[in-house]
């Protein structure tokens, strides 16, 4: 397993990567502190990993795998790990799996998605592969029909299920039938999506053995594995792989580091293991507390930068070139805003300052535009994964402010007040 030097991987980066060298114009070649570089822009950072005429990796691909990184509705995204890289990537995240909960003997029903460059599914598979525990795998995958998961468990004996909230809670609810299934599962653990408290309850009703109910771990297709599940520990708090990353939390108006306890910013991370795709300092689009600095941190919602709805990624730049496309240079300024429903679905409202009134035909259009713009998210309301969008109209004095700098509010995540 290969660790790089911060120097090392600053110095790669500057002398095989277009986009990095530009970054670090302004940087001299020594004497610096990594709260020194600037930030990525996520927004340049992924124009600049094209398909053709590259100008982020420092070299070309010719070993290790290849997979998409959320999905826009431009260029394509995708992310790049060199055998060696993959291998440290799942072997850091299989060694967290003790800390998660898993243990010894443990059968295991990976739910997780497979296919169409997405890595979850072969990330969980590698990393359980690269456990030193003596688990038993059961690929499933996401996509398998409920029936066929209830069976799998029925007769093999599965007592852990892994996979994302909203295919767990769709198992929950065919499950209320088959009550002898469901006290088979003695541990559930996610990942990909946040659990939020109502849907923790219903999982906690439907699978009563169940006695650890825990993130997996966290980790991204974009940078790496961000952070270790604590099974034991709050809820929504991860541990700092601290050999082979380095984690930063920053005040979102200064963009100084938090060094204190219970302070919210954005989270900033760097791997310290890949070097064809460099990872340094790249805002990873969550915000976190340090519950404690430099070692542990709780997961507090989105950034700025974008949402996620269940399964759905979406940045803010990409609903900004949606609107643009649907309504011309009218809007004025827009928020997303997200919450749970009724039946434990995220929802998101587009609240849209336009200089003049419009009426329900305007938002019905607007929706429509959206859902042909991202084939996932309208697939994924009609399953019932995700709460149907709403559009609202306003003026610009009705949007919502930072209270304390005056400035814009782009995403208002109500989740997890």
């Known amino acids: 397993?290969?660790?790089?030097?911060?120097?090392?991987?600053?110095?790669?980066?500057?002398?095989?990567?277009?986009?990095?060298?530009?970054?670090?114009?302004?940087?001299?070649?020594?004497?610096?502190?990594?709260?020194?570089?600037?930030?990525?822009?996520?927004?340049?950072?992924?124009?600049?990993?094209?398909?053709?005429?590259?100008?982020?990796?420092?070299?070309?691909?010719?070993?290790?795998?290849?997979f998409k990184s959320g999905g826009t509705t431009g260029l394509p995204k995708f992310s790049v790990f060199?055998?060696?890289?993959?291998?440290?990537?799942?072997?850091?995240?299989?060694?967290?799996?003790?800390?998660?909960?898993f243990q010894n003997g443990d059968k295991v029903a990976n739910l997780f998605y497979a296919g169409e460059l997405y890595a979850s599914f072969l990330f969980i598979t590698k990393s359980m592969e690269q456990s030193p525990l003596e688990l038993t795998h059961y690929p499933l995958s996401g996509t398998a029909k409920l029936e066929s998961i209830i069976d799998a468990i029925h007769s093999h004996g599965i007592n852990v299920l892994a996979g994302v909230p909203t295919t767990m809670i769709q198992l929950a609810q065919e499950l209320k039938s088959r009550p002898s299934v469901a006290s088979l599962i003695t541990k559930i653990f996610y990942g990909g999506e946040s659990l939020f408290p109502d849907q923790r309850a219903i999982l906690s009703r439907a699978?009563?053995?169940?006695?650890?109910?825990?993130?997996?771990?966290?980790?991204?297709?974009?940078?790496?594995?961000?952070?270790?599940?604590?099974?034991?520990?709050?809820?929504?708090?991860?541990?700092?792989?601290?050999?082979s990353t380095?984690?930063?939390?920053?005040?979102?108006?200064?963009?100084?580091?938090?060094?204190?306890?219970?302070?919210?910013?954005?989270?900033?991370?760097?791997?310290?293991?890949?070097?064809?795709?460099?990872?340094?300092?790249?805002?990873?689009?969550?915000?976190?507390?340090w519950t404690r600095p430099g070692e542990r941190f709780i997961i507090k919602g989105r950034t700025e930068e974008g949402i996620r709805l269940g399964p759905v990624t979406i940045t803010t730049e990409e609903l900004r070139q949606i609107l643009a496309?649907?309504?011309?240079?009218?809007?004025?300024?827009?928020?997303?805003?997200?919450?749970?429903?009724?039946?434990?679905?995220?929802?998101?409202?587009?609240?849209?300052?336009?200089?003049?009134?419009?009426?329900?035909?305007?938002a019905k259009k607007v929706v429509a535009h959206v859902l042909d713009a991202r084939p996932m998210l309208k697939d994924s309301i009609l399953k019932k994964l995700?709460?149907?969008?709403?559009?609202?109209?306003?003026?610009?004095?009705?949007?919502?402010?930072?209270?304390?700098?005056?400035?814009?509010?782009?995403?208002i995540d109500r989740r997890f007040n």
């Open 1 to 66: 397993m290969t660790i790089y030097s911060i120097q090392h991987l600053i110095k790669l980066a500057r002398d095989k990567s277009d986009y990095y060298r530009d970054l670090y114009t302004k940087i001299p070649q020594s004497d610096f502190a990594l709260q020194d570089l600037p930030l990525v822009s996520a927004e340049k950072f992924w124009h600049a990993n094209t398909l053709k005429d590259n100008h982020l990796l420092t070299g070309p691909i010719s070993s290790g795998v290849v």
């Open 82 to 101: 060199l055998k060696e890289e993959w291998e440290t990537f799942t072997r850091c995240f299989g060694e967290s799996f003790t800390d998660a909960g």
């Open 207 to 243: 699978f009563p053995s169940a006695k650890i109910i825990s993130s997996i771990g966290y980790a991204s297709v974009d940078g790496g594995h961000l952070g270790f599940a604590i099974c034991n520990g709050a809820h929504g708090e991860h541990g700092v792989f601290k050999d």
């Open 246 to 289: 380095i984690v930063e939390i920053i005040d979102n108006e200064t963009g100084l580091p938090i060094t204190k306890s219970g302070v919210q910013g954005k989270l900033i991370y760097t791997n310290l293991t890949r070097s064809l795709m460099p990872i340094i300092r790249y805002p990873v689009g969550d915000e976190a507390v």
């Open 325 to 362: 496309e649907c309504l011309g240079q009218q809007v004025m300024a827009f928020q997303s805003i997200i919450e749970r429903d009724l039946e434990a679905l995220d929802k998101l409202t587009l609240q849209i300052a336009l200089p003049s009134s419009a009426g329900p035909d305007l």
């Open 386 to 411: 995700v709460a149907p969008i709403q559009v609202q109209f306003s003026s610009m004095n009705e949007l919502e402010k930072n209270p304390r700098t005056g400035k814009m509010r782009f995403v």
